[in-house]
């Protein structure tokens, strides 16, 4: 199956998303694989998907700001003198 | 053999609910760095996520006789903390503009994208640090876009890499619809993403934006 914009549109949408995490039953992936080994376009497009998960991983770590743990400890004392 | 995170939280639940600070205290150390980072996801402000973290372990500690200790700790503190962030969201800023569903759709044949050398080596992971480590700011701007249910699935499973199925659960939505929200959260960054590597950068990288 050659590259055709609506039919790869839809597979993009629908089932990329299963393929990736594993859960897209044997013979679709199949199927999948088997368009994707003839459409250039649908391939480039699998790689920056992927390259997007890389690039939202690297938003981590986040840095806490120091003291955090000390200042909710603090206000909630403030707020909260002595449990009953 | 690994100790079971849910039951170390329900025993500190037990100390905290018969008023022991103590294990208030190590509630606080266990879990005050992925709450604010949550609480970060849904308000992009540094001292907004820090007060946000705040408001979430003061109701904690004065709710936690109404938890239910058959149900996940985490998942209804998470819920905690969402909401404590969403109350803050809506005083502090009104609703940003987001994108359109449509917007989500692929564009295969934009022909702007995909061939520079740029895009390439993102595609294939072979840019360098600083121009990575733009992209990825420019992805956090990218999530902001977003309506905030895909916002939030996006930045709590790719961003925090939490397990799809406790997203699923703090959220309240099922598994099919996390997976929906996260697959079109992640094309329309992808989209984004693509435009901004597919430009061509200046010599001194990392220095600057690329123009949109």
Known sequence: ?84 | MAEDPNASDLELVRRIKRGDDQAFREMVERYNARIYSLSYGVLRNREDAEESTQDAFLTLYRKIDTFDESKKFFSWFYRVALNAAYSRARRRRPAAATVALDDFAPRLSDRRLGTSPEYLAWVDGTEDEVIARDLADRAEEFIDELPPPYRDAIWMVDVEEMKPSDVAEILEISMPALKSRLHRARLHVRQRLAEIASAPREPQAGQQRVAP
Do not use: Q
């Open chain 1, 1 to 84: 199956m050659k590259h055709d914009e609506m039919n790869c549109k839809r597979l993009i949408l629908e089932y990329l998303a299963d393929y990736e995490d594993g859960s897209m039953p044997e013979i679709d992936r199949r199927e999948l694989e088997a368009h994707l080994s003839h459409c250039p376009p649908c391939v480039t497009f699998l790689h920056s998907y992927r390259a997007t998960g890389r690039t939202l991983k690297m938003l981590k770590p986040r840095e806490v700001p120091k003291n955090l743990a000390e200042a909710v400890w603090n206000f909630v004392r403030e707020r909260c003198p002595k449990k009953s």
